[in-house]
């Protein structure tokens, strides 16, 4: 579990430090104010692999992969406080058990760096085809961003991705297999067959009950919750007293619901990162589901961590954690007034509900 955070040089972060997060995490801000970009922040210290960095491009930021076949050289400019891709980007995590993990990425503007870091078995000649496979003989294309972890004092691994005329290109360097986070972003919506896959792995571990339990906090006239695979593979709900249909005509609640709760119990000893989160959610049913993620985070051992603007999800979040005071908390993002920079405020949920009820700013807009 992330206790605490450390970020340099990223995006709008020239830097930021944030302590004291705790296994349920509600982050609030303006907009503009580097809340997703937390979330990333957070996503990358605890996945440093290209399928991350690819991942945030495709499904968190939208941009379109085809710009980087065209001008490569711009790729990863973005992720880089002011563009400053000439100067490292740091994001050092202090762990529950206080050991300190450090992701550093830096980008080089020529292949030079991707043949000194390849397998030294590899001749000459074979590092010379492998280039010509992966630039498509393009010399022009010259941009391979390296992530570096290290946790402690201990070895550090690296991974790297090389932006091409034909695409982003990942390539690992002895990391180990890190696949422990998951981002949801505010607009993602997954497909029947990558939803059902993940109800099936619910199913077989005995946890479809929690899934049904999580549907009808949205909806309580769902009675029953199935997989079929007629056609394309999809999740069917069925109404008291009305017959089977597919989950995707239950609306963008539902769906956004199913995402989140199959992550959640599929995955133990995680962390789930939901960017805002009350997308979908009507106001009256948030507390309940907020009972529900906060029970399931504690049995399965999960931190999350979820950005909102609604001063109804946050005081559902209040409600839901009142139970769980030692386990939550909530993080303002906001600006100094003099130096423009951002600092993270946290507050518990006694500081955070006396706030709301005295009319204080905590929710951000």
């Not at 074979?126 to 946790?151: A, N």
């Not at 993602?188 to 049904?212: C, G, H, M, P, Y």
């Not at 946050?314 to 951002?342: D, P, V, Y």
């Not at 509900?353 to 929710?363: P, Q, T």
Request: hydrophobic share 40%; proline share 2%; charged share 30%.
């Amino acid at each position: 579990m992330i206790k605490n955070i450390n970020i340099k040089n990223f995006r709008c972060f020239d830097e930021l430090k944030v302590s004291g997060f705790e296994k349920i995490n509600l982050i609030s801000g303006k907009n503009n104010v580097g809340k997703t970009a937390l979330m990333e922040a957070l996503f990358l210290n605890s996945a440093p692999r290209p399928e991350t960095i690819i991942y945030l491009l495709r499904y968190v930021r939208r941009e379109q992969l085809s710009f980087s076949k065209s001008l490569p050289e711009r790729t990863w400019n973005n992720f880089f406080f002011h563009q400053n891709k000439n100067s490292e980007l740091i994001i050092e995590a202090t762990l529950e058990n206080k050991s300190l993990k450090r992701v550093e990425i830096y980008v080089d503007e020529s292949v030079k760096a991707f043949l000194e870091e390849t397998d030294e078995q590899d001749s000459e000649v074979e590092l010379k085809d492998k280039i010509i496979s992966l630039f498509s003989g393009s010399e022009s294309v010259r941009s391979v961003m390296h992530l570096k972890t290290r946790i402690n004092q201990g070895e550090a691994f690296e991974t790297s991705i090389i932006s091409s005329a034909k695409g982003l290109i990942g390539r690992d360097i002895k990391i180990p297999d890190i696949k422990n986070a998951f981002f949801i972003s505010s607009f993602s919506r997954v497909s029947n067959k990558d939803l059902t896959i993940e109800f099936d792995k619910a199913r077989l571990n005995e946890r479809d009950d929690e899934v049904l339990k999580a549907f009808q906090a949205i909806d309580s006239s769902i009675v029953e919750v199935e997989s079929f695979s007629i056609g394309e593979p999809t999740v069917y709900l069925k109404r008291k007293g009305e017959g089977r249909l597919p989950l995707s005509l239950f609306g963008d609640a539902i769906n956004r619901i199913a995402d989140i709760i199959l992550r959640l119990v599929n995955n133990e000893n995680s962390i789930l990162l939901i960017d805002e989160i009350e997308n979908g959610i009507h106001h009256s049913n948030q507390a309940d589901f907020w009972t529900i993620l906060c029970k399931l985070a504690d049995e399965l051992n999960v931190q999350i961590f979820a950005t909102t603007h609604s001063l109804e999800m946050t005081k559902a979040f209040i409600k839901a954690g009142s139970q769980s005071q030692n386990t939550s908390a909530h993080f303002e993002l906001t600006r100094q007034s003099k130096t423009g920079r951002i600092v993270a405020i946290r507050r518990d949920l006694d500081t955070l509900d006396y706030g709301i009820s005295h009319n204080k700013e905590v929710r951000g807009e």
